[in-house]
């Protein structure tokens, strides 16, 4: 079995790249490819996955079915993370995100823990809390590979 850092070293080159697979109402998959990034949860202080997000699709199915999979790849080499989604956001508050300012602070770690970076991170913080930006954060309850 591959540990989390293993499985998101595939894609440590490419931002973290991975697809993320969530569950519709209907039962079926629905996929879409986000940046993903290895960090300590802030409220557990266990290692974690997160991505941030918007957007009603993926959002919804992440509210009503916390279930998700996270597939890394390089070449044919690939390991995938399932684990139950953990929302942190203006529209999805926790008890141990007290504010908006540990909100941008959580905001920016994710991306850059996904190898984001940026010019000006003012005008990031400015577009993460204009598009209402959510933190998913993924407990890892499984990990494993074709390696």
């Known amino acids: 079995m591959p540990t989390l850092e293993e499985a998101f070293a595939l894609a440590a080159d490419d931002s973290g790249l991975a697809v993320v697979s969530t569950v519709r109402a209907d039962a079926t998959v629905q996929a879409s490819l986000v940046n993903v990034g290895v960090l300590t949860h802030p409220a557990t202080g266990q290692q974690a996955l997160g991505f941030v ?19 890394f790849r390089n070449g044919w080499q690939w390991a995938t993370v399932e684990g139950t989604a953990e929302l942190a956001g203006p529209d999805d508050p926790q008890a141990w995100l007290v504010d908006a300012e540990e909100l941008r602070l959580l905001l920016r770690e994710v991306f850059t823990a996904a190898g984001g970076t940026h010019d000006d991170w003012d005008e990031y913080d400015r577009v993460m809390a204009e598009q209402r930006r959510t933190v998913v954060l ?9 390696g």
């Open 138 to 146: 993924i407990a890892p309850a499984r990990v494993y590979s074709n």
């Open 53 to 71: 997000t918007y957007g009603k699709v993926k959002m919804a199915n992440l509210r009503a079915r916390p279930q998700l999979a996270v597939t």
